[in-house]
């Protein structure tokens, strides 16, 4: 089991920065082996896919968000990164982050609490 516990969520103005943070544990987790995403959420639009890095450090981004947005990862602290800049009102969602694992055959299997990001001046 792999739990994912997501933090730095909050109130940030247009073009303002803002990084969230997920932090992985369990007593199965082997996080250097993982593919970690970040997607996020509204009722308008339902789940999207935000970014994703590997076990090899590619990234990749949506085109929404691509320029704007990093994702990283740490795999001494067990923890991705996602790293928001010249933030707009559109990309106020609720924010997730996931976990493919060798075993997940493609599928995002771990998935974190979510928390809110809201872009308003």
């Known amino acids: 089991q792999v739990d994912l516990v997501e933090s730095g969520g909050g109130l940030v103005q247009p073009g303002g920065s803002l990084t969230l943070s997920c932090a992985a544990s369990?007593?199965?987790?082997?996080?250097?082996?993982?593919?970690m995403a970040w997607f996020r959420q509204t009722p308008e639009k339902g789940r999207e896919w935000v970014a994703a890095?590997?076990?090899?450090?590619?990234?990749y981004y949506s085109d929404s968000v691509k320029g704007r947005f990093t994702i990283s990862r740490d795999d001494v602290k067990n923890t991705v990164y996602l790293e928001m800049t010249s933030l707009k009102p559109e990309d106020t969602a609720d924010y997730y982050c996931?976990?493919?694992?060798?075993?997940?055959?493609?599928?995002?299997?771990?998935w974190g609490q979510g928390t809110q990001v809201t872009v308003s001046s």
């Open positions: 369990g007593s199965s987790v082997s996080f250097s082996r993982y593919r």
């Open positions: 890095i590997d076990w090899m450090y590619d990234t």
């Open positions: 996931a976990a493919e694992t060798p075993t997940s055959s493609g599928t995002y299997e771990y």
